[in-house]
Every structure is written in structure tokens, then in C-alpha cells.
């Protein structure tokens, strides 16, 4: 941790407190779920990571790695599936609907592997 500078104001001093890098960045989807489920089922490790000042840093590194399995799974599942571009010309409410169903697998995946882990 750095060192902590002060700044006179009238008779008294106060911190200059600041954002680290990680804290200024806004949290998605994926951060905000396991920041939930960190402090609602794991409370030690909440808290241990807040006072550590490693919170937002492991909150950016579980998003940034749950956007990128999303990328992945999506490219890979509809070809697994037989999901192509013909039945999105052909049909678009069925290929909608499976891209949909896709998706929330996909997103079942991510919670029970990089969420609720």
C-alpha cells in the first residue's frame, strides 16, 4: 500500500484518499454478481479481499475473464448446434430463439464456473 499524505484544512488534517486504477474502472455484469456472491455466502473472503485492497482487482479479473469465456462459448455453441447464418435467412424467430437458448447456456456455465466458484 502506499504511504498516506495529508492536507491542512482549517485546524485539521485530512487524507487525500483516492481511486486506485481498478476502482475507477465501473463494474459489469459479471463483476457485480460475484461481488454479491462474495459478501452473501463467502464473507471472509469479502472481507479479506476489501481489506487487502484486492477487491476491485479480483472484481475486474473475474469480469474481464467471464466477457471472454462469453466470446468464446458464443463462437463455439452455435456451430456445436447447427446453428448457421442459412437458418437466420431462412427463419429469423428460430434462429433468435436459439442464439437466445445459447446464450443462457453459455451464461449457466459462466456463473457455475468463474461466479459461484
Not at 18 to 32: D, F, N, R, S
Request: proline residues 3%; aromatic residues 6%.
Amino acid at each position: 500500500m502506499s504511504e498516506l499524505t495529508y492536507r491542512q484544512n482549517g485546524d485539521y488534517l485530512l487524507p487525500d484518499l483516492g481511486l486506485t486504477e481498478a476502482e475507477q474502472k465501473p463494474l459489469g455484469k459479471y463483476g457485480m454478481m460475484r461481488m454479491q456472491y462474495l459478501e452473501e455466502s463467502r464473507p471472509g473472503l469479502y472481507t479479506r479481499l476489501l481489506l487487502s485492497g484486492k477487491l476491485m482487482e479480483h472484481l475486474q479479473e473475474t469480469e474481464q475473464a467471464a466477457q471472454s469465456r462469453l466470446t468464446s462459448l458464443m463462437s463455439q455453441l452455435p456451430k456445436q448446434a447447427g446453428v448457421t447464418e442459412e437458418l437466420k435467412a431462412r427463419d429469423q424467430m428460430a434462429w433468435v430463439q436459439q442464439m437466445n437458448a445459447l446464450k443462457a447456456q453459455a451464461e449457466e456455465l459462466i456463473l457455475s464456473e468463474l461466479i459461484y466458484d
